[in-house]
Each structure stands twice: as C-alpha cells, then as structure tokens.
C-alpha cells in the first residue's frame, strides 16, 4: 500500500511540474512568435517603402499644428502602413502598425482603430496593442510620462507625437477615449492627436490604460532621423 501511495504521489508531482513548465513554456514561445511576426512585419514595410511611392501627393511638411504632411495611401485590413518608435520604452523598441484590431491583427503587431484618422492627419489617430502575450509590445506602458515622444514613420515622413496626458486608467466601454477630440484628454478642439491604448492589469483586461499625445512634428525620411530619436 505505501508503494502504491508513494507512486501515485511521484506521478502528481511530475503532473504538476509538467503542467507548471507548459504554462511557463507557452507564453515565452507565443512570444517568441510574436517577435518573428512583427519582424516579419516591418520588414515587409521596408521592402515595400524601397520600391516605391507610398503617399498620394498633397500637402507638405511642417509643425503638426499648422501644416499637413503628404496624405497616407489607404490602409487595408491586417496589412502593415507604418512603424512605431518610443524612446522611453528603449532606444531599440520599434513595432509595426497594422490597420484594423481584430484579434488577428493583435498578434502580429500594433493595431489602428479603423474609423479613427490615419497618420498625421486631422483627428484622432487611435493605436491599441497587447500589454502582454503575443511579444508584450506594450508591456512597459505604465512608464510612459507627459512629454514623452512617440514617432512613428511610414516610409517618407516622420511624425513625432508628445503626450500630453496619461497613463489614464479607464474602463473598456470607454470608447469616448478615441473620440477625434477625447472628452477626458483635456483637448478643446480639432487637432491632430494620437491616442495609445492597452490593457490593465498587466495579466488581465479588466480596465485600459491611455495616453494622449498631440502631432509635434513631421520631417521627411531624407532629412534623416527626427531628434527624439537620437541618442
């Protein structure tokens, strides 16, 4: 009897371990994934950026605030148009932004909310991405401070965003927080805004946590990096 006890108990512990070890093993290789997809992704861009025109011509360069640069082509659902960069989240933090956010969108990198403006463009350009799983883009959000740059490019110009406010918590039916003028951002009129969203807590989807940032700049690709990029 004690053999057979003893038995029984050995197997649940290397059940135990063994299902310890897939919860581990799963994340860590979704995330593994992840990042090829999203490399895979920007690459694709810069493929596609070496071999032609990406905007239809209008427009010119200039402060956000004032001047429009070149209209974007049209998006198109789970296809990569630009790729995002924040300083504080590392110099060698990039992700490419996709159009759409379904949930097969999520997984291959940052999402844009479809009925929202697109890149540099009157309005509020709204970008969602997972705070963990599938490459935990966003996993360091709670560390982005007022002031802080986002840049984002999309083969010709470069845009340089500021946030202006946030981490702001909220909760999931909050959809005002994508509004072309975000009732709860502070902005009082149109302008050109980028709201970033992600979940919270870091493990759940309970709540969302925002950031509201403002167009800065835009430069051209051939005026080289913008200056929150440098080190």
């Known amino acids: 009897m004690r053999v057979f006890v003893r038995s029984v108990s050995e197997l649940c512990i290397t059940v135990g371990t063994l299902i310890v ?5 799963v994340p860590f290789w979704t995330g593994v994934q992840a990042d090829g997809v999203m490399n895979d992704q920007i690459d694709q861009l810069q493929q ?16 956000g605030a004032t001047t429009s640069p070149p209209a974007p082509a049209a998006y198109h659902y789970g296809k990569p148009f630009a790729i995002m960069y924040i300083p504080r989240l590392g110099f060698t933090w990039n992700k490419p932004v996709l159009e759409g956010t379904g949930t097969d969108v999520l997984k291959k990198g940052l999402a844009h909310y479809a009925r929202t403006a ?25 560390r982005l401070r007022p002031g802080d740059a986002i840049v984002l490019t999309d083969g010709t110009t470069w845009f340089t ?12 039916t909050d959809v005002e927080v994508i509004d072309p003028v975000p009732r709860k951002s502070g902005y009082t009129r149109p302008g050109r805004y980028l709201t970033l969203t992600t979940c919270d807590p870091e493990w759940g989807h309970s709540h969302r946590l925002i950031v509201w940032a403002h167009l800065d700049s835009t430069q051209p690709v051939e005026a080289g990096e913008p200056k929150a990029l440098r080190r």
């Open 48 to 63: 596609q950026w070496s071999k032609g025109t990406v905007h239809e011509p209008a427009g010119g360069f200039g402060s």
């Open 118 to 142: 697109r890149l540099g463009q009157e309005g509020n350009f709204a970008v969602a991405g997972h705070r963990r799983t599938y490459g935990d883009p966003l996993k360091d959000f709670p």
């Open 21 to 25: 070890l897939f919860v581990v093993y």
């Open 161 to 172: 965003y500021r946030i202006d406010k946030g981490p702001y918590k909220t909760v999931p």
